[in-house]
């Protein structure tokens, strides 16, 4: 769940539609390519409720997406297992009932948990995750 095992960097060219090279950001996520795809292939924008993807084509014409939310799950033998990242903020839950809250603008190695320093925005995520 650490940027450092979740983070890479995305690069897209799409000629005729980006002006020059995008990198995404905020976030995406593989589950964003389907929908992306789609909506290029149509022209349409792709709606399917069951996928919890999003075009990215708002980026790749230079206009911002909207602020979400990205969910993120471990299924294998570890203690962490589920994360929520919320435009800077990242919350990662654990098994064991620990939580930890980070800066990603800030703190980008996760080293300070501000749990305790920004109770109100940790328990808002606390809800969602």
Known sequence: ???GGIRVPLAIYYPGVTKKVVFAKPQCRLLDFFPTFMEIATGKKYKNKELD??????????KKMKERNLYLF???NTDQYAAIINGDWKLI????GKYQLYNLRDDISETTDL???YPERFEK???KI
């Open 53 to 62: 993807g999003e075009s990215i084509m708002p980026l790749l014409k230079g």
């Open 93 to 96: 839950k654990y098994h064991s």
């Open 1 to 3: 769940m650490a940027e």
């Open 115 to 117: 749990q305790n320093v």
């Open 125 to 127: 995520m606390k809800k």
């Open 74 to 76: 471990r299924a294998y």
